[in-house]
Nanobody
Framework: QVQLVESGGGSVEAGESLRLSCASI????????MGWFRQAPGKEREFVAA????????AYADGVKGRFTISRDGPEDTLHLQMNNLKSDDTAVYYC?????????????????WGQGTQVTVAS
């Protein structure tokens, strides 16, 4: 069974950057599509970005296009989310997930495995 562990969250000022990472432990996630979701207080978990198994295709939520970049390191079996020009609206707990297929997965119901989440706080 794949276990996912996120890291890289923190507190920053608006306009600054953070890079989140998601390591696969106990099993490989290389055959799965992967993604990032986030959940702010009082809100439902929402899609942020996704990438197919070999990194060939990606998808982003409209609110993060041009600011966030999702990537995966095959040999390290690690998923990344580079977040630039952060805004206060980006404040949330960020979760990485492994999809039940190799494709880009946009809905949380399509994800088999989830990490425990990492907090991102952006001060305006």
């Amino acid at each position: 069974q794949v276990q996912l562990v996120e890291s890289g969250g923190g507190s920053v000022e608006a306009g600054e950057s953070l890079r989140l990472s998601c390591a696969s432990i106990g099993g490989s996630s290389s055959a799965y599509g992967m993604g990032w979701f986030r959940q702010a207080p009082g809100k439902e978990r929402e899609f942020v970005a996704a990438i197919e198994w070999n990194g060939g295709s990606t998808a982003y939520a409209d609110g993060v296009k041009g600011r966030f970049t999702i990537s995966r390191d095959g040999p390290e079996d690690t998923l990344h989310l580079q977040m630039n020009n952060l805004k206060s609206d980006d404040t949330a707990v960020y979760y990485c997930g492994a999809c039940r297929s190799w494709d880009v997965c946009l809905s949380s119901v399509d994800y088999l495995y989830w990490g425990q989440g990492t907090q991102v706080t952006v001060a305006s």
